[in-house]
């Protein structure tokens, strides 16, 4: 299809691992955002890409989060040493530069990470 | 204060019913309004965007929006069991200058629209 798809669908990973989660963007979409969703919760921002630079990571909750998009289209998210308030759904959306719709976001289906 | 706040519900309406679903934010500054769908164990999908005064409308679904009083609303006209689902509002802009689309979530609100 020609949405945003995220890889793995689902992780598991014990404490203290080291996790690495793909996003692949709509083709073309030049924005891309990354997103955490606790149980409850409405998503929270992490970071956004503007083709591969990375322009605000004021979201990203600890060092141990680190995400990269070095050619501009596919993104991964990588989280250190994992701890379990990293329990979440992380999401992945991404938007074209569009004057009609401004900054409508697709979203990913979403990785639902679980740190045991 | 969260910045962006939502009931969370549940909201519970009959079918065929108006659902009112609210939303207030802090960012007096923010410039663009959004609506999503999120149901359960799915990602979030856009319904509708506002970014002027007043109501837009899009077949059963409005939005209102008053900068003024920092509100702002969705409505569902003739509910139908199939709109069941987590309303998220968001918020893009405000003081931070970011124009380029980062988007605040308030928590969601739960509907549930009964046969």
């Known amino acids: 299809g020609a949405g945003v798809s995220q890889s793995p669908r689902y992780k598991v990973a014990k404490r203290g691992q080291d996790v690495a989660l793909r996003c692949d963007p709509i083709?073309?979409?030049?924005?891309l955002f990354w997103y955490q969703q606790a149980l409850g919760q409405g998503p929270e921002f992490l970071t956004y890409f503007q083709n591969e630079a990375q322009l605000d990571k004021s979201g990203l909750p600890s060092d141990r989060f680190f995400a990269e998009r070095p050619e501009g289209s596919v993104s991964t998210l990588k989280i250190q040493r994992t701890q379990q308030e990293d329990s979440a759904v992380y999401l992945c959306?991404?938007?074209?530069?569009?004057?009609?719709?401004?900054?409508?976001?697709?979203f990913g289906p979403g990785t639902r990470l679980t740190v045991t | 204060q969260k910045e962006v706040e939502q009931n969370s519900g549940p909201l519970s309406v009959p079918e065929g019913a108006i659902a009112s679903l609210n939303c207030t934010y802090s960012?007096?500054?923010?410039?663009?309004f959004f609506w999503y769908r999120q149901y359960s164990g799915k990602s979030p999908e856009l319904i509708m965007f506002?970014?002027?005064?007043g109501d837009k409308e899009d077949g059963r679904f409005t939005a209102q929006l008053n900068k003024a009083s920092q509100y702002v609303s969705l409505l569902i006209r003739d509910s139908q069991p199939s709109d069941s689902a987590t309303y998220l509002c968001?918020?893009?802009?405000?003081?931070?200058?970011?124009?380029?689309?980062?988007?605040?979530f308030g928590q969601g609100t739960i509907l549930t629209v009964h046969p």
């Open positions: 959306a991404s938007s074209p530069e569009n004057i009609r719709a401004p900054y409508e976001q697709y």
């Open positions: 968001a918020v893009n802009g405000g003081a931070g200058g970011t124009s380029y689309g980062k988007l605040t």
């Open positions: 506002i970014y002027s005064n």
């Open positions: 083709s073309g979409h030049v924005s």
């Open positions: 960012d007096r500054g923010s410039q663009s």
